[in-house]
Every structure is written in structure tokens, then in C-alpha cells.
């Protein structure tokens, strides 16, 4: 499918070792590449639809040093969606009390009804892009509905029942960051990392160095902020697992790529 990263740490340090890691692995995934970075509380998102390790834009900002707190990457291998820069991860929307969302996304949504009305709205044709607009628009309706900004637990209850349900027969390897907490979720084994330090957090669908890592806990979200655990959701047990069905779906999406 994709691999995900994120680091979530309390102070800035430089992310370059981690980065060049995680992307020497595009051999395997060539169909694009992300990278959201987090700078004074702006988050600048740069991709393309084309093998990291291929991309002399890439090399040459990874040339220089990427000194940050937060920060999300993908490389892209195209299931729902052809190879294009609108389909390349991250994806990124701000909701209607000016808070952005961004979201990395290893999976295939096979069945979720909720998310099929964005298919108009959205700029690409990933369903990982229908996720984050069906999130935003759930976490508009909750605001419009009490008039105001949900706060940190609101915000933690409503995404860990909207990832409850969703869950049900999908495979949904998720990175949310919502400019405060970041939002780590997986539900198919052995297909999330990440590694502690005196500095904070790093995610990553494989480990990038010989440190230990541990597998992100199944089938419950957590969130994470100044990159310690902060929350934890549901313990939903509903693990993804390949089956027959699923693989004839993704074979007859791989023949129209």
C-alpha cells in the first residue's frame, strides 16, 4: 500500500536522518511522495507524484536541515486514485473555527458509506482525501451545533467514534494532526511504529534506524501532544485482515491504473 512517519516532540530538532530513512524505502512505493512540516504554527506541505528517491526537488531540500517540532511524510503506492499530484498525500483542510487539519493515510476504505458524497468535492480521487473532508465537515457540525470551538476532549471523543465505526472492514493506518494533537491510529498488525526519546515521538510504518521500537497498540486511537500520550480512545477491535474479497477489489483497482 503506502508507508506513513510523523514526529511529535516538545522541542525542534532535525528530522533529516529520519526523512532520508523513511524515503529510501519509495523503491517499493513510486507512485509520489509528501512532507508537512510544521514552522511557527504554519504548516507548509510539499509533494509529488513521482518516486522520492527519484525527485532532485526532494534531494535538494533534504540537502539542507529540516529543524522542527512536527512533521508528517507519505510515499504513495496508488490503489483508489491514479498517479497524479492531487492524489499524492498529505491532505490538508481547515475547518470552520480556522483550525487545519492534516492527514496521512496507509489503507483502502472498501465500505463507508459517508465518506461517497465528497467523490463532487474533492480536488482527487482518493478515498484517504474523502476521510479527512468527512472529519472536517463532522467536526463543523459539532461546532455549529454548540456555537463554538470544541475543546481538546470534545475534539479526542468525536474522532475516536468516527474511527470506531469507520474502522469496520477497513484498513485505516492513520496520522492526524490537527495543529495542536497529533492523532495515531492502526488497525492492521504489525504496520505502525514508533520510538520514544527524551525529546518526543516518531512514527513510522517501519522502523528507520536500529533503535527500539515498539508497535503502535491495535485498533485504538491515541493522541499525542508535545510528543507524549495525552489520550486513549476506544479499544474498538475491529482489526483488518486480508481476505479474498479485498484482494479481488485491489486487483480490479491495480488493472485500471
Same mark, same amino acid.
Given at each position: 500500500?503506502?508507508?506513513?512517519?510523523?514526529?511529535?516532540?516538545?522541542?525542534?530538532?532535525?528530522?533529516?536522518?529520519?526523512?532520508?530513512?523513511?524515503?529510501?524505502?519509495?523503491?517499493?512505493?513510486?507512485?509520489?511522495?509528501?512532507?508537512?512540516?510544521?514552522?511557527?504554527?504554519?504548516?507548509?506541505?510539499?509533494?509529488?507524484?513521482?518516486?522520492?528517491?527519484?525527485?532532485?526537488?526532494?534531494?535538494?531540500?533534504?540537502?539542507?536541515?529540516?529543524?522542527?517540532?512536527?512533521?508528517?511524510?507519505?510515499?504513495?503506492?496508488?490503489?483508489?486514485?491514479?498517479?497524479?499530484?492531487?492524489?499524492?498525500?498529505?491532505?490538508?483542510?481547515?475547518?470552520?473555527? +480556522?483550525?487545519?487539519?492534516?492527514?496521512?493515510? =496507509? %489503507? /483502502?476504505? *472498501?465500505?463507508?458509506? @459517508?465518506? &461517497?458524497?465528497?467523490? !463532487? $468535492?474533492?480536488?482527487?480521487?482518493?478515498?484517504?482525501?474523502?476521510?479527512?473532508?468527512?472529519?472536517?465537515?463532522?467536526?463543523?457540525?459539532?461546532?455549529?451545533?454548540?456555537?463554538?470551538?470544541?475543546?481538546?476532549?470534545?475534539?479526542?471523543?468525536?474522532?475516536?467514534?468516527?474511527?470506531?465505526?469507520?474502522?469496520?472492514?477497513?484498513?485505516?493506518?492513520?496520522?492526524?494532526?490537527?495543529?495542536?494533537?497529533?492523532?495515531?491510529?492502526?488497525?492492521?498488525?504489525? +504496520?505502525?511504529?514508533?520510538?520514544?526519546?527524551? =525529546? %518526543? /515521538?516518531? *512514527?513510522?510504518?517501519? @522502523?528507520? &534506524?536500529?533503535?527500539? !521500537? $515498539?508497535?503502535?497498540?491495535?485498533?485504538?486511537?491515541?493522541?499525542?501532544?508535545?510528543?507524549?500520550?495525552?489520550?486513549?480512545?476506544?479499544?474498538?477491535?475491529?482489526?483488518?485482515?486480508?481476505?479474498?474479497?479485498?484482494?479481488?477489489?485491489?486487483?480490479?483497482?491495480?488493472?485500471?491504473?
Amino acid at each position: 500500500m503506502c508507508e506513513i512517519f510523523g514526529i511529535c516532540n516538545k522541542n525542534e530538532i532535525n528530522i533529516n536522518g529520519y526523512l532520508k530513512s523513511f524515503y529510501s524505502h519509495s523503491s517499493e512505493h513510486p507512485h509520489g511522495w509528501g512532507l508537512a512540516v510544521e514552522d511557527e504554527n504554519n504548516i507548509s506541505i510539499e509533494k509529488e507524484p513521482m518516486q522520492a528517491s527519484k525527485s532532485n526537488y526532494l534531494r535538494q531540500r533534504l540537502s539542507l536541515p529540516i529543524i522542527t517540532k512536527t512533521a508528517l511524510a507519505h510515499i504513495r503506492y496508488a490503489t483508489i486514485g491514479d498517479i497524479a499530484y492531487k492524489n499524492c498525500h498529505p491532505y490538508s483542510k481547515t475547518d470552520n473555527f +480556522s483550525r487545519r487539519w492534516t492527514l496521512i493515510h =496507509n %489503507g /483502502t476504505i *472498501f465500505d463507508y458509506p @459517508p465518506i &461517497n458524497k465528497f467523490l !463532487w $468535492e474533492q480536488k482527487g480521487d482518493t478515498d484517504s482525501e474523502r476521510v479527512l473532508l468527512y472529519i472536517v465537515q463532522q467536526i463543523n457540525q459539532h461546532q455549529k451545533s454548540l456555537d463554538r470551538l470544541l475543546d481538546t476532549q470534545e475534539r479526542f471523543s468525536l474522532l475516536d467514534c468516527i474511527i470506531t465505526e469507520m474502522s469496520r472492514g477497513n484498513k485505516l493506518n492513520l496520522l492526524i494532526y490537527d495543529g495542536e494533537y497529533m492523532y495515531v491510529h492502526t488497525n492492521y498488525r504489525n +504496520s505502525l511504529h514508533y520510538l520514544e526519546n527524551e =525529546n %518526543g /515521538t516518531v *512514527f513510522s510504518t517501519r @522502523p528507520l &534506524n536500529s533503535e527500539t !521500537w $515498539e508497535r503502535v497498540p491495535m485498533t485504538t486511537l491515541i493522541s499525542y501532544k508535545n510528543g507524549r500520550q495525552i489520550f486513549t480512545g476506544t479499544n474498538h477491535g475491529n482489526e483488518y485482515t486480508d481476505d479474498a474479497e479485498s484482494m479481488k477489489y485491489l486487483y480490479q483497482i491495480f488493472s485500471n491504473l
